[in-house]
């Protein structure tokens, strides 16, 4: 079975960074597209970033342009998340989820659990 486990959350002050993972595990020798989601609590599930499965092709939601990086390593099966800068408004759960290509184009088909993300000063 496809599943994703993201680690990396906690609690920071505005301007401050942290690294979210996203551990993918069920893969047969080939690689999806994943994407970053943000819920702000009481609020729906916000798209904010994608990488594509040979990592080389990323994109990013307007409010974290500059600000944040994806990336991933294929050889440990994970896709992280640079975020710096910090805002309150990033506060909320972090998630993340596989495409059903390796192209970030097509339908997301698993999803994790996600991370907390809190800032506050």
């Known amino acids: 079975q496809l599943q994703t486990v993201e680690s990396g959350g906690g609690l920071v002050q505005p301007g401050g960074s942290l690294r979210l993972s996203c551990v993918i595990s069920?893969?047969?020798?080939?690689?999806?597209?994943i994407g970053w989601f943000h819920q702000a609590p009481g609020k729906e599930r916000e798209g904010i970033s994608c990488?594509?499965?040979?990592?080389?092709?990323?994109s990013y939601a307007d409010s974290v342009k500059g600000r944040f990086t994806i990336s991933r390593d294929n050889a440990k099966n994970t896709v992280y998340l640079q975020m710096n800068s910090l805002k309150p408004e990033d506060t909320g759960v972090w998630s993340c989820?596989?495409?059903?290509?390796?192209?970030?184009?097509?339908?997301?088909?698993?999803w994790g659990q996600g991370t907390q993300v809190t800032v506050s000063s």
């Open positions: 989820a596989i495409r059903d290509r390796s192209s970030c184009t097509g339908l997301y088909q698993y």
């Open positions: 069920g893969f047969a020798g080939g690689f999806y597209a």
């Open positions: 990488i594509d499965g040979s990592g080389r092709s990323t």
